[in-house]
């Protein structure tokens, strides 16, 4: 059973800086892509950055700049560096990835997995 368990969350003044890690585990052939969603109070589930098996990253406008992602293939986990953090970054963040598990009998299927999420709060 493949799981992403996310950590790093929490409650951060406004300019102060969080990095939230998410680790994929169980029995895995692959992963494709692995990222990072955010749902604010009151809004849509959106998509912050994501980083592909290659390495090419992908950011949502408002973070630019101030977010980076990284990914450790090996290990299969991607971490999320937030600095400047602004009070409408607040949002419960939920990481994701599309993997082949290990026992799947198509290896070029990939399926979309999500983490539990986490709080990330920023006072201002």
């Known amino acids: 059973q493949v799981q992403l368990v996310e950590s790093g969350g929490g409650l951060v003044q406004a300019g102060g800086s969080l990095r939230l890690s998410c680790a994929a585990s169980g029995s895995i052939f692959s992963v494709r892509y692995m990222g990072w969603y955010r749902q604010r109070p009151g809004k849509q589930r959106e998509l912050v950055a994501a980083i592909t098996s290659s390495g090419s990253t992908n950011y949502t406008d408002s973070v630019k700049g101030r977010f980076a992602i990284s990914r450790d293939g090996a290990k299969n986990t991607v971490r999320l560096q937030m600095n400047s953090l602004k009070p409408e970054d607040t949002a419960v963040y939920y990481c994701?990835?599309?993997?082949?598990?290990?026992?799947?009998?198509?290896?070029?299927?990939?399926?979309?997995?999500w983490g539990q999420g986490t709080q990330v709060t920023v006072s201002s």
């Open positions: 994701t990835a599309e993997i082949v598990p290990g026992g799947a009998a198509l290896k070029y299927v990939y399926y979309a997995y």
